[in-house]
């Protein structure tokens, strides 16, 4: 009788396990991907805003929100870097996530790119990439990017406005695609510092 009773307790414990973990994955906001590969191919030369190179190895150990834009964007960049500021300013465990930013603009210097993201907040990081490292890493993740236009020498373009989810092991795990909610993403961000 005892055993039976112990057994029943093992399988509802196991169920309940299995039920929370489930129910942990179906709350979550962003498109699950899973990539096999890492964010960065490692022949890419990154130059970052925080140190002289930047790779998968500086994407390991942390969950990464990464956004593609550029310095001169006059409304969908500067908005999405402020509501990431937002987000972030109340993440409970703020030395696990980081903010990457990289420029689409060839033109972008690094200094400028460097006073752009720390003017939303001085933890940003900001990437530059070679044009053919960036067209590289932008067929690999499937960021759209096309300059669509030029005026008093400041070039536009047209790109795609998502955040990528990067896990601990330097792969795509998620994506948040337009319109951004910064409540899903805060609460998504708390749980995933919890268990992932």
Known sequence: MNKSYLIYVLIAIFIFVGYSATNNNKDVKYTKLYSNELFFDNKEIIE???S?????EDLKGKISLVF??????????????????????KIENKNTIQLIFVSINPKDSLNQVK???EYFNER?????LSENHLNN???RTGVYIKKIEKENNIDFYDHTGAIFLVGKEAKITGLYTPPLNNQD???DLNVLVKYD
């Open 68 to 89: 593609f834009g550029y310095t001169t964007c006059p409304d969908f960049c500067p908005d999405t870097l402020s509501r990431m500021n937002t987000v972030l300013s």
């Open 48 to 50: 970052s805003t925080k």
């Open 185 to 187: 993403i805060l609460n």
């Open 137 to 139: 890493l932008a067929k």
């Open 115 to 117: 006073k752009y993201v």
């Open 52 to 56: 002289s190179t930047f790779g998968n």
């Open 124 to 128: 940003f990081i900001g990437l530059t």
